[in-house]
């Protein structure tokens, strides 16, 4: 119990833990920290700061073993060149998969997402559904024109931007404004892969 100054950053803690002879470090409770350097601790190249309040429980500290409950606030996180406010997490972190519940209250990002993210490899995996109310993709980084986005998605797809995202998304009840031009859609079935070398979209 107390307060932890790092060269990564501070940590206020009231955590039990476990470190045996044999095994991982185990450990529960409340953590909180203002700007602490995950990635630096993990090991990843993609995450930055993080500002976190909440309980977390599991075990181990390296990135590729972690085994992790979280359930809390997540003031802002840093991945890849955006940094997200707003967030409230609930889930499990196991061998760089998340399966949880995310809520997430930026000012370029209004969403929930629910289901599994996949941290394995350079680009993320995601298999979940997403009630986005609204996404500016421009200022998220992940295009280089004006897109604004809202609408109900189901995922199945490997993407750290639109340019590279493989998979498919079913989309409904959803709008896509650019350039302030609106265009309305019920439904949408987005499909994208490789052909013989080739990237092909689909769009039904």
């Known amino acids: 119990y107390g307060t932890l100054q790092t060269n990564l950053g501070t940590l206020q803690t009231d955590l039990n833990m476990k470190f045996p002879a044999k095994g991982e470090p185990v450990y529960a409770g409340k953590i909180s920290t203002a ?3 995950l990635g630096s601790f993990i090991s990843n190249e993609q995450l930055g700061s993080v500002g976190f309040n909440g309980t977390v429980k599991g075990k ?13 606030t997540v003031n802002h996180l840093q991945y890849g060149d955006y940094t997200y ?8 972190l196991t061998n760089r998969l998340f399966n ?5 209250k930026d000012p370029n990002a209004d969403m929930h997402l ?17 009630d986005i109310v609204h996404a500016d993709l421009k200022a998220l980084g992940l295009t280089k024109e004006d897109f604004q986005l809202n609408g109900k998605f189901d995922l199945d797809l490997q993407a750290s931007s639109l340019a590279n ?21 019920d439904s949408l079935i987005v499909n994208s892969n490789y052909e013989n070398g080739l990237k092909k979209l689909t769009a039904v």
Not at 60 to 72: E, R
Not at 86 to 92: D, R
Not at 100 to 104: A, E, K, L, S
Not at 114 to 127: E, N, W
């Open 100 to 104: 949880g519940d995310f809520v997430m």
């Open 114 to 130: 629910q289901g599994l993210v996949d941290l394995t490899g350079k680009i993320p995996l995601f298999k979940a559904t997403a």
């Open 60 to 72: 181990g500290f390296q990135w590729k073993t972690l085994d992790m409950t979280v359930d809390g």
């Open 85 to 92: 406010h707003n967030i409230t997490a609930k889930g499990n």
């Open 165 to 185: 995202m493989i998979g498919t998304a079913r989309i409904n009840e959803a709008s896509l404004i650019t350039n302030g031009k609106r265009l309305a859609f």
């Open 35 to 37: 700007n602490f350097q």
